[in-house]
């Protein structure tokens, strides 16, 4: 758990939505999943501010205008854990995997940094973290890339410093192990044997196909594989890892920390939450704690310059995942984000989040769409839209 005060009080005056246009990718885009094509995976961003005017901001869906806005801009004053445990009760009953739970750690993660800017000090500090960096591996490998795009991709994260890498395989949504194999023995010959890579295949096979694609790349090492199966079928799982002998990676499908204990109850040996779909920001502390606990490997994926906060307070072979295609774009809307060096993500000396939203670039590049204002109507203690264009 952070240490933080949880009696922390909140009221919150304002929001501000962002909404994007679509924001191209550097080049197409496929995993075995057929994701996630032109576009990064980004709608909008979402700044929300408490009555003293300090605020919290992130990349957010429009499920923040639709299921937060209207509970929380209603000029009630509760704590931090008050606000946490009244949303939950309103959205559990979507379920613990659904987008509105989502939601409700998007706001988690704000009033985090709420608080930090309270205190003046960058969120990862008043996190508790003793250090200003981030350990990172490094992903990509289109399935659309050719094997020589691969190649000069893979080498180019070995020579920006990075000891993992990572690619996708699955390719023709899973019929073409051949071609994955012969993509995977030939990034081992291009990076040399003191280099791990892993490789990601997106639950694109049943048990039998992906022990089968598992012996066909083991001669080349794989660091870990992760997602051979479906991410719920946890006897599947179970089958894989016990049958392959490889060291099996999940957790971007899962909201919260329950699921993790039944992934290491069944065997999976790198738990790998995704920082923008869990339900709560201190479950990747107690994720990564039950991964010590059990000698697991741990490592967390997602918006990796938002991400950096909470790679502060790994340790340096707990690692984020640095995924470029995804990363690239986002990274190029903002004004401020963590200096990439040397496999490491370093965190700017700024109260709150690492990371600020370049909204002029965004508006030159024709990439806002709309801005939309929400605030609390102090007098009816209502929520309501005052402007918007």
């Known amino acids: 758990m952070f240490p933080i005060d949880k009696d922390s009080k909140f009221s919150f005056s ?5 909404n994007f246009h679509p924001i191209p990718v550097k080049k197409p885009w496929r995993d075995a999943t057929g994701g996630f094509g032109n576009f990064a995976p980004l709608q909008g961003w979402v700044d929300i501010y408490d009555s003293e005017g300090y605020s919290g901001g992130t990349f957010c869906s429009m499920g923040i205008v639709n299921n937060i806005l209207p509970l929380i ?24 995997q659904s987008g509105q739970i989502v939601d409700l750690g998007q706001l988690d993660l704000i009033m985090l940094e709420i608080m930090a800017k309270r205190e003046n000090k960058p969120l990862h500090r008043f996190l508790g973290a003793e250090k200003d960096w981030a350990a990172c591996y490094k992903g990509g490998g289109s399935l659309l890339s050719d094997d020589e795009d691969l190649l000069s991709d893979m080498t180019r994260y070995v020579e920006e410093g990075y000891k993992t890498i990572k690619f996708k395989v699955g390719s023709d949504w899973g019929r073409n192990m051949e071609r994955d194999a012969r993509r995977m023995e030939k990034v081992r010959a291009a990076v040399g044997d003191d280099i791990e890579i892993a490789v990601d295949a997106n639950q694109v096979w049943d048990v039998e196909n992906a022990l089968k694609f598992a012996d066909m790349i083991r001669p080349y090492r794989p660091a870990w594989y992760e997602e051979p199966v479906h991410s719920h079928d946890m006897n599947a799982i179970k089958e894989v890892k016990e049958r392959s002998g490889m060291m099996i990676g999940y957790g971007e499908s899962m909201r919260n920390k329950f699921a993790f204990e039944t992934y290491a109850e069944k065997g999976v040996d790198h738990l790998m939450p995704l920082v923008g779909r869990m339900s709560r920001m201190s479950d990747l502390l107690d994720i990564r704690d039950l991964a010590r606990k059990n000698g697991l490997r741990f490592s967390s994926g997602g918006t990796v ?38 496999g490491r993500l370093y965190l700017p000396d700024i109260p709150g989040s690492p990371i600020r939203l370049d909204i002029e670039k965004l508006e030159r590049d024709r990439t806002l769409e ?16 005052r402007a918007a264009y």
């Open 305 to 342: 310059w938002l991400n950096a906060v909470f790679g502060a307070l790994y340790d340096e072979n707990e690692m984020l995942e640095n995924h470029e295609p995804m990363t690239a774009p986002i990274g190029d809307c903002l004004s401020v984000k963590p200096e990439e060096k040397n």
């Open 370 to 385: 709309s801005v939309r204002y929400f605030y609390t109507d102090t007098v009816k203690h209502n929520f309501a839209v």
């Open 14 to 18: 304002k929001a501000v939505y962002y």
């Open 73 to 96: 801009l209603t000029g009630e004053t509760r704590t931090y854990e008050e606000w946490y445990n009244y949303i939950y009760w309103k959205m559990r009953n979507f379920g613990f």
